[in-house]
């Protein structure tokens, strides 16, 4: 039942009581009560209606507008204006008032009885979803393949988005590539739009990590200039090769430019084709429509619709905003703050996670280093930890205590791995869970 077939019968019989004042003893004698009407100035009018029938009144448009004001309630009865409204509904067909009022009670308490059986259906659903996701298999609940990054967020359910946010070249992309590629040789479906470089150059980068290569001498083909060039050509090729036989559960999108339109096709296409995760590098190239804020709030609405209805897991990477940047060029060494993000704050509100990436400071760097580095008397990477980033929890709707966490991260071979220390490394130690907590 919609509220305007609702509305429409509720105006109806107070319409038809203004008119013919036996409607109401009819309606009396009917059991109506002010519960029957959804309407705040519907209710006001019947309690007053019935309240003049109980002292003998005659009911109709003038004494209802006088009863009222002696009680100082004509505001909550929508006033004079709204009983002239009433009085304006014509009614067509035989008999008395009195009788199609009585009909219209009938259907508006048949319509109301559809609309509480239809409201107990829905909530008797949601407790049987309720027990689905209890009982579901272990094997459905999905977790991250890099030790660190899966005890900060935990397991992770469908139709939840993640966010990763970082400065340009901070290696977002470095990461979410580790993630498909581990996600993808544990046997989960990972369809990856990466909207910064086209699908065949993202996955010979891939091919090169894969193969132990620097991916920039490959994508930009320096490794032809070098002695080894053919040796590095056919380690890539194998590379290829493994791509080629693992399709089946990694798919790529080919899109250079994506709006929201295209945006739904591709989260239909993942989800039709049964992925785990949808990988989206980066949200910042979708384009909505209206001003750039307007803009940011389509795209990200239509994404978290998407992700409920599809049940496709959602992981997007989002940059932070260059002009904070260029103020402070360390920004981009420190954890990410809300404010750092492009559109950041209505981002966070439909993360279940939400994680900043940024490059690591040494430890034991001085106040002196940190001022020589800004006035550019010396290079950033002289106060940087060696292949080292750290991430930095700023949402999490199921673990709260988390957020605030900071964690290393180890950058290895082309790929991110856990952060094992200096003296770890060098004794040779097994990679373990990073347990170190770190101050932003």
């Known amino acids: 039942m919609s509220n305007h077939e609702r509305d429409s019968l509720e105006r109806a019989i107070l319409c038809a009581c203004l008119q013919e004042p036996q409607a109401v003893d009819e309606l009396l004698k009917a059991g109506l009560d002010k519960k029957d009407f959804l309407d705040k100035r519907h209710q006001v009018l019947w309690r007053a209606m019935t309240a003049m029938v109980g002292r003998g009144q005659v009911v109709d448009p003038l004494t209802i507008l006088a009863f009222l004001r002696s009680y100082e309630a004509e505001k909550h009865a929508g006033g004079a204006e709204y009983v002239s409204e009433l009085l304006h509904d014509v009614f067509i067909g035989g008999g008395s008032m009195a009788e199609r009022c009585l009909q219209w009670l009938r259907s508006l308490r048949e319509l109301a009885a559809a609309v509480d059986d239809a409201a107990g259906t829905a909530q008797r659903r949601q407790v049987e979803l309720a027990h689905s996701a209890l009982e579901r298999d272990a094997s459905s609940v999905l977790t991250y393949p890099i030790a660190t990054l899966a005890k900060l967020r935990g397991g992770w359910s469908p139709g939840e988005i993640d ?23 544990a046997g989960r479906k990972v369809y990856y739009a990466g909207f910064e470089l086209p699908a065949h150059q993202l996955r010979l980068q891939w091919a090169a990590r894969e193969a132990g290569l620097l991916p920039g001498d490959v994508v930009s083909g320096e490794y032809l200039t070098k002695p080894d060039g053919q040796s590095v050509r056919a380690k890539v090729q194998v590379a290829l090769k493994e791509q080629e036989e693992r399709i089946d559960y990694l798919r790529c999108a080919d899109a250079s430019f994506v709006d929201v ?13 049964g992925a ?18 307007g803009q940011s709030r389509q795209v990200v609405a239509t994404m978290l619709e998407l992700a409920k209805s599809t049940g496709v897991r959602f992981l997007v990477a989002t940059q932070l905003n260059q002009q904070g940047l260029s103020q402070d060029f360390l920004r981009s060494h420190r954890p990410v703050r809300e404010e750092y993000i492009k559109q950041g704050g209505h981002k966070k509100e439909v993360a279940t996670f939400m994680i900043g990436l940024a490059r690591a400071l040494r430890k034991d760097v001085t106040k002196e280093e940190l001022k020589a580095v800004r006035d550019r008397v010396k290079e950033i ?22 957020v605030g966490s900071v964690r290393l991260l180890a950058w290895e071979r082309g790929e991110y791995t856990d952060y094992l220390s200096p003296e770890e490394r060098k004794a040779g130690a097994i990679m373990r869970r990073n347990d170190i907590l770190m101050h932003a």
């Not at 992309?173 to 580790?178: A, D, Q």
């Not at 980066?282 to 804020?293: K, R």
């Open 163 to 185: 966010f990763l946010a970082a400065a340009s070249n901070s290696g977002k992309t470095t990461l979410l590539s580790t993630l498909a590629r581990r996600w993808v040789g």
């Open 261 to 273: 339109k295209g945006l739904r096709a591709m989260a239909h296409e993942a989800a039709e084709w």
């Open 276 to 293: 785990d995760v949808f990988i989206i590098d980066h949200i910042d190239h979708v384009e909505g429509t209206g001003d750039l804020h």
């Open 381 to 402: 990477h002289t106060i940087e930890e060696p292949y080292t980033s750290q991430v930095n929890v700023m949402k999490h709707r199921h673990y709260g205590d988390r």
